[in-house]
């Protein structure tokens, strides 16, 4: 069984056969070491070399958009850093990963122009899907993982009323947790608005 643990904002470390972090920001150390960390974008808070160098060591892969790597060559680590773009498959170390466009479609701050990803990671028999900075898009159409992880603070990303609609979009099986709130934007309010919306949802089987 994967252990999710939401790190703050939009970080989050899946615990199983492998150590993932997805978007490390602003950890205290020490942390466990990362045998994978996955990337969405590169906004200052969602690829930060401090966070990185916590949770990175030279055996760690990072998996991240190319426009990623000028921020890696801060960090004095020999980095293993794999491009990715969206709609590829990747795999390593038994974990399946799997990048979903990311983008705005009423603002400004994420265009899908850049290649900005979300992940859908499988590991250990179970999968998850960090949408990264994204607003509702037709590529989160019937993903069913088991667990979603959505942001809910609007401004740069959905609001908690369009993640609930993202979410009746994407299907998890098993549930939702809501980021990207509480430091940046948005407030622990949103995340229980959105949790509140879904639960008023159907399951779907």
């Not at 930060?48 to 958009?65: M, N, Q, Y």
């Not at 491009?83 to 705005?104: D, L, M, W």
Request: proline letters at 9%.
């Amino acid at each position: 069984m994967v252990v999710i643990e939401h790190l703050g904002h939009s970080a989050f470390r899946l615990k199983g056969s492998q150590i993932v972090y997805i978007d490390p920001y602003k950890l205290t150390a020490p942390q466990p070491p990362a045998d994978i960390v996955l990337i969405t974008h590169s906004h200052s808070d969602h690829c930060s070399p401090t966070d990185l160098a916590v949770v990175c060591t030279s055996r760690t892969v990072v998996f991240a958009p190319p426009d990623c790597s000028d921020t890696f060559k801060q960090i004095n680590l020999p980095l293993e850093h794999r491009p990715v773009e969206p709609g590829r498959k990747y795999e390593y170390a038994g974990v399946k990963i799997r990048t979903i466009p990311a983008y705005n479609t009423n603002k400004k701050f994420h265009p899908r122009a850049k290649n900005w990803v979300g992940y859908f990671v499988e590991m250990d028999g179970e999968s998850f899907y960090h949408c990264g900075d994204s607003d509702v898009i037709p590529e989160m159409k019937d993903l069913r993982p088991d667990y979603a992880l959505l942001p809910v603070s609007g401004i740069y990303v959905m609001t908690a009323e369009e993640a609930a609609e993202a979410c009746a979009m994407i299907h998890p099986l098993k549930g939702a947790i809501p980021m990207h709130f509480g430091v940046v934007a948005g407030t622990k309010a949103d995340a229980e608005r959105f949790l509140k919306l879904i639960s008023k949802e159907k399951p779907q089987k």
